[in-house]
Each structure stands twice: as C-alpha cells, then as structure tokens.
DNA sequence: CAAGTATTCAATAGATATATTGAATACTTG
DNA sequence: CAAGTATTCAATATATCTATTGAATACTTG
C-alpha cells in the first residue's frame, strides 16, 4: 500500500467513525445507552423517535462499533460496545461544554432557571461525602438504578419525587445527579426541593461518569 | 426552556462539532494544523485538494470552533483553535486505531511493509532517553520541526535523508518520528535506513502528542 | 401452528454535504 | 493606482443522509 493510500484509508475509516457520531438522535442514544443496556422499545420511550427510525439509527451506531447488541427471546438489547468508547465520548462531551461558546451558555441558562448554577463536581462531591453528612440523590428511573448507581446514593426516582418529599430532612444537603451534564431530571428536582426550602445543588456530571472516574 | 427544546439544542450543537469532524480531509487538515500553523495554500501543497476545496473545508473547521485564522499581508494562517482539542482529537484517534479492527489492521500492515512494526512508545522513548544514547530524527520539513519539535531531536527532512545518510553511525540506535501516527514519513525513514544496515525503530505517536504529553 | 409482539427491511422523497468551476475580493508591491 | 497574488464567494450538479411508510422477519406464547 503506498503511502497515499494508507492515509486515505485512515482518515476514511475515522471520518466514517465520527459520521456516526454527527447526528443528535444518535447523541441521546447514547447517552441513554451509557446508563446501562436498553432495548430499541426502551429507546423509543424516551426519545421522540418512531421504532423504525430508532432501529435504524441503533443499526448505524452498531456497524461503527459504537454500540453491540444481545438478543433475548423477543428482545435486541443495545448497549455501549466498551468503557473506551464511553471514556471518549465524554472527553467530546466535556469539551463541547468547555470550548464551544454556545453550548456553554445554554448550558449555564439552564441550570439558572432551575436554580442549579452552583453545581458540584465529581470531586467536590468525593470530599463532600467524606467530610458532612449529605444525602446523595439519584433522580433516574429505578432500573436506570438497579443497573448501576453512585456508591451510597439513594433512588428517588422524578414521578416518585413528590410522594417521598416529606422523608427528607431540611437540616441535611442533598445533590441530586442523574444521567450526564445534559440531563434534566437533576435541574427539574433542584428547582423543585429548592422551592420547597431544602438545601439541594445537583452534581455537575452523572453516573457515566462517576463510573468511568471510578475504573481504575 | 423546556427540558426537551435544552436537550435539543445541546445534542444539535454536539452533533454540528462532530459533523466538522466527519470528513476525511478535515481530519486530514487537522493532522497538518497541528504540527503549527500553515497557510491555504500550505494546506493545498500537502494534500491533494485544490485552493478553493481546502478554502471551504478551512471555513467550515473555522465556523465550528476547531481551528483559528490569523491574516498576514495576503496569507491567511490557519492553525488548531486551543489544546484542549488538539487532545481530543488523539483521544479520537487513539480510540480508533486500538478498538476499531480494520483501522488496527490497515496500521499493522502500513507498519510491517516498512518494517516498522517494532514501533516505540513515547513512554519507552522518554526511559531510552535518559539510559541510552540514541539518536532521535525529526523526519518532517524543515519549518515544522521550527515550529515546534521533541527536545533533543535533530532535524532530517526526507529530501535531505540521503546525503545526510552517510554522517549517522550505525551503532547508534535510531528512533525516528513525524507527524503522528497516521504520518507515513517516519516509515519511510524506517525502511530506508534498515536497508542500509541502520538500527532504527519508529516513534508510535508523532509531534503533537508529546507536546500536549509534556503541557502539564 | 396460530396469533401476537419486537424488531428489521426496503423503497422513497426531501434535506444536507461535497467538489468543481469561474468570478470576486482584499491585500501588497512597484 | 495598476498589476499580481492569496483567498474567498456563488452557483451548481452529484452524492450522501435522514425520516417516513408499509411490509417482512423472527421469536414467543397459548
């Protein structure tokens, strides 16, 4: 192969990598995906997605080796093909936040209007639980739960939120995280708890990833 | 703003970053602009696009916060925005070639017809610094290597490989690196030298890994 | 094996990306 | 200011991506 060739093929190959990557309905798989694994009913639920689309967006992300796929009975579960993949995605995550302008102002108007400016990072949080008493809050679904959580967090699920409200203590901080940065439920318990005079500030990342953070 | 119209725009603008990315002379330009800043027509000179090609790809990497330009009598220079992308974009690459089979193989075959599968790390290369006395070629042109090289290398540009040939020893051990590992010109160098009885080994990564290894 | 369910396939129309071409702009230098 | 040069713009044809639709497949369960 000369030399010419060899570089075509690279850059072919990566740029069909990152053509996978380019598209917002694939993004919010992933990110759900990167909860734990789903199947394409699974996704369909919570993105605005029809079947037949999300299948086919699935079958883009698998053929680049972005996600892999078990069959049980009826069932195609998808999930992230490895921690490498779920690691690079979110150094793309963290500097689109970062260095992108844009995204970054989004972000911050978001969080204002849910009361969530001040966000505590991953390490912060670290220091925090091993220094105060504070109540660690995970506000996903409860199979989002049972897949995987942050050590010592408690699931308080958003439609489950209101009921379990009164068994929570105003003297004790809460941080509430959910999926990533870009996950709502976080902002929407903050804004809520706060109007409800608890002390509340949600995680800035999520358990992806803590995860990730935690491999060793 | 709706958690969803949040989520969609935060996904959109991710999507439009790698969108910029997705294309294999973008990435191409990319591997070029970090080895220091070049003009259009610099870009043009060592790829196989035209003027008004390389122009527009330049803009759509300027319009998305990867690279930035500078103007300077008629030339306009081109370079990579910050290094917090030029880290990204190893991440990327680096993901690539060590998860993604076909990228891997087409990389192990480049390297074996050159007979520089033996590649060596910029870990292993720091070590071999300190014990030994080896001989580091920077195998790139002359003004990439000013603009920026890994301390302690000596420049031979490729055009000037063979009536420099003949002031190496052949006891001295021969590390020789460009501009990454995509950079063919550290292969070539491979394969001439070991035909003509050198000791030399290629660098995995090239330039710009070690400079954003060596940021601290 | 019939009915039901989850998923995928195939075809298509509309949207977006890309390379090419020739012209326009902006700047420098004499 | 005229000529030359580097770069960008604008228009366009082709290729690729995407969502939608309706049907096909594969599997389970009664």
Redesign the interface.
């Known amino acids: 192969?000369k030399?010419?060739e060899?570089?075509?093929?690279?850059?072919?190959?990566?740029?069909k990598?990152?053509?996978a990557?380019?598209?917002?309905?694939?993004?919010?798989i992933i990110e759900m995906l990167s909860q734990g694994e789903k199947s394409v009913e699974g996704i369909v639920q919570t993105t605005?997605l029809t079947f037949a689309n999300a299948s086919q967006h699935l079958q883009v992300l698998k053929n680049n080796?972005i996600v892999k796929a078990r069959k049980e009975k009826q069932y195609v579960f998808y999930s992230i093909?490895?921690d490498?993949?779920l690691s690079?995605y979110q150094?793309?995550?963290k500097?689109?936040v970062?260095?992108?302008?844009?995204?970054e102002k989004?972000?911050n108007?978001?969080r204002e209007?849910n009361n969530a400016s001040n966000a505590v990072s991953l390490d912060e949080l670290e220091t925090m639980l091993q220094n105060k008493d504070v109540l660690l809050m995970d506000v996903r679904p409860a199979f989002e739960f049972e897949f995987g959580h942050i050590t010592g967090a408690m699931s308080v699920p958003m439609n489950e939120m209101m009921s379990k409200l009164k068994s929570f203590s105003k003297d004790k901080e809460i941080i509430a995280y959910c999926r990533g940065p870009?996950c709502?439920l976080a902002?929407?318990a903050v804004r809520i708890l706060s109007e409800q005079g608890y002390s509340i500030r949600r995680l800035d990342e999520g358990y992806p990833e803590w995860k990730i953070k935690n491999l060793n």
Chains 1, 2 share one sequence.
Not at 21 to 27: A, D, G, H
Not at 98 to 103: R, S
């Open positions: 192969m030399g010419r060899f570089k075509d093929a690279m850059y072919d190959g990566l740029a990598l990152l053509k990557l380019s598209n917002p309905y694939r993004l919010e605005t080796n093909i490895n490498e993949f690079l150094h793309v995550i500097y689109a970062q260095e992108i302008a844009e995204l989004t972000l108007r978001q209007d870009f709502v902002d929407e």
